[in-house]
């Protein structure tokens, strides 16, 4: 079964950045495209970046395009996502998952989210 640690949230004011992690273990993690969600307050959990099993591609939610950069080091079995020019509007607890190339939605055979990272965006 596979466990997810996100880490690397905190306050910011707007225009700040933070770097969050999300360690994986207990699965073949290098065969798995992996994303970062987000759940906002009061809102449902959204998609916010992809990567594929190997790094070569990426996908991100529109509104986050051009600021966030996600990444993975397969040695590690760790993603990362850095979030620049942080908004308030990106306030939320993030999470990472195994991700379903295409439609990036979490894979429909995982269902063990971790604790997630909140990140909150405010002067």
């Known amino acids: 079964q596979v466990q997810l640690v996100e880490s690397g949230g905190g306050l910011v004011q707007p225009g700040g950045s933070l770097r969050l992690s999300c360690v994986v273990s207990?699965?073949?993690?290098?065969?798995?495209?992996m994303g970062w969600f987000r759940r906002g307050p009061g809102k449902e959990r959204v998609f916010v970046a992809a990567i594929s099993a190997l790094g070569s591609n990426t996908v991100y939610l529109d509104s986050v395009k051009g600021r966030f950069t996600i990444s993975r080091s397969n040695a590690e079995n760790t993603i990362y996502l850095q979030m620049n020019s942080l908004k308030p509007e990106d306030t939320a607890v993030y999470y990472c998952a195994p991700t379903q190339w295409g439609t990036f939605t979490p894979r429909t055979d995982f269902d063990s989210w971790g604790q997630g990272t909140q990140v909150t965006v405010s002067s």
């Open positions: 207990g699965a073949t993690f290098t065969s798995s495209p």
